[in-house]
């Protein structure tokens, strides 16, 4: 039987690991369709708004990284058990949006002298001012973005880290001991070790 | 009695406005803190990762607009009935996000050359791939963005539509009758008229 899930995105970790994440951890069978980038044009009128990652399941494509991560939070209790503490998952991973979008608005521009403009208060302010709260937030929450306990953000995070870092030209959690902490204690969830053993090498 | 809510933002609608809403059609009386731009550098320390709408209640602090109307939204019973309800609601309140971001990334650029060069893509090119889509799901979910019924995605829409106009530079709903519509159905709610007809001008 083909598996129930199938997960469309390209040849990155990026936004589709988080998914690859939680996926994992649930033990939920999934094909990991990763396309090349050259086939994207042909692929991006078939996805909803134009945009990937998308999984599809039970006849369904739904897309937007966080919203399936929650939706997938969810099922594998991993959202937070009211609404006050699914509030404070939600916060954190947007959080992660704000920092990963930061990044983005440098290292995605193409005229080199207009990236470094940008690039430089982004690593010279931005960061020293975003990270100590985000770390700060994970030593508060005993080690969690959130509610002193394993939730679906905590998965977003170390999904997308080597995407945030590839993007940073550094490691941000190297002068953060909760961050760095929080992203070991998910790679080393049995899962997520098996999955990182056995995905496809990618860069990013 | 004080009221229970605080919503402390810049004197705008932008980011703020679906939460004003939010709480006007919920009738949580809420107090409505609009602080003036100078001030902004002596307040940004004091709210969470330096940003703001900030909702305080219960002697706490919640950030992340989106996160805070999915919080209002289930007080509401506008965050739909089951996970996959919820699921479609978080979609296209994510969208919007996009939406507002790409926007974002040449309206705040402060070189006009980068502004108009970053501009023409999203005006010609984004804009209308993205906003026939928005249409369309309208369209398909009988007037609202999810399920056939409103939730609190509709609010964020009709909520942050003039600061996406001012910064697009025109109202997008104008070729787009399910847009128009929405944004009518929400503004015209008893609760939102009565906040419209009470809240301070501002442009934006």
Redesign the interface.
Known sequence: MAPKYKLTYFPVKALGEPIRFLLSYGNMEFEDDRFEREKWPSIKPSM????VPVLEFDGKK???S???C??LG??LKLAGDN??E??QI??A???L??LR?KLG?FFYES?EA?KEKKKEPIIKEFLP??LP??DNLVKENGGYLANGKLSWADFYFAGILDYVNHMAGFDITKDYANLAALKNKVLELPAIKEWIAKRPVSEV
Chains 1, 2 share one sequence.
Not at 48 to 51: D, H, L, T
């Open positions: 909803p708004f134009g945009q739904t897309h937007q966080i919203a399936i929650r939706y969810k099922q609404d006050w699914a509030l939600d916060m991973a947007d959080c949006t704000d979008m608005s005229d207009v001012f975003f709260r985000l």
